[in-house]
């Protein structure tokens, strides 16, 4: 079947560089954020979260980074691995009482 | 473990069946969703439920509905399925707030013949 990946932007980076992730948000109230991976064939899965009240968050090898001022979410991965390769995405709360999601970044990583 | 299980990996149905896709999660979570996800579409909400007996539609409910008799048990219906309903339907679950973070299920990967 065809990948979550395809028509997706595309990161392709190195064995043991970092990664940087961008997302841009729409909703300016919005006061959650979350990090999902999605590997090949399986569901999202939680990376990291960041409220609003917040503009950086660390995980294991991960970084969260919030500029409420441009609207902007960016995820940091560390010494990336071949198993980081992966569709990111972003979701916010608009208010609605739902999670927003982002259409997603694929990573690929170079061995 | 916390765990969002679906009753199927992959369906493959033929266009006008009745088509049921089951989800289970088994952390006492009060509210359950059911997306599709389509290449270059992301994940888009079809119903969602925050408590036994509730629903609420999403953003694309046409052609579909939704049971919740039990609260670990979140079923999604197709009455006549369609081709342009081939897609990956992802079930999810959370706690609290129904936007804090929701749970994944491995996904249903259905194909409308």
């Known amino acids: 079947g065809e990948s979550v990946g395809l028509h997706l932007p595309t990161l392709s980076v190195q064995e043991g560089d970092n990664s940087i992730i961008n997302c841009a948000y729409s909703n300016s109230a919005s006061d959650y954020f979350i990090w999902y991976k999605q590997e090949s064939g399986k569901g999202p899965q939680f990376i990291i979260d960041i409220r609003s009240n917040m503009d950086k968050r660390q995980g294991q090898r991960v970084t969260v980074l919030l500029n409420k001022t441009v609207k902007h979410l960016s995820l940091q991965i560390a010494a990336t691995q071949p198993g980081d390769s992966a569709v990111y995405f972003c979701?916010?709360?608009?208010?609605?009482?739902?999670?927003?999601f982002g259409k997603g970044n694929q990573v690929v990583v170079i061995p | 473990d916390v765990k969002v299980t679906q009753s199927s990996r992959y369906l493959v149905k033929r266009t006008g069946e009745k088509v049921f896709l089951e989800c289970v999660q088994d952390m006492d979570h009060e509210n359950m969703f059911w997306y599709r996800q389509d290449p270059g579409l992301g994940l888009r909400l079809i119903y969602f439920?925050?408590?036994?007996?509730?629903?609420e539609k999403g953003d694309i409910p046409e052609g579909y509905s939704v049971s919740r008799e039990k609260k670990e048990r979140f079923s999604l219906i197709l009455e006549s399925a369609s081709t342009n309903q081939t897609s990956m339907y992802l079930c999810?679950?959370?706690?609290?707030?129904?936007?804090?973070?929701?749970?994944f299920g491995p996904g249903t990967r259905l194909t409308v013949l």
């Open positions: 439920s925050y408590d036994v007996k509730m629903k």
């Open positions: 999810a679950s959370s706690s609290g707030r129904a936007s804090d973070e929701q749970f």
């Open positions: 979701a916010e709360t608009p208010g609605n009482n739902r999670l927003a």
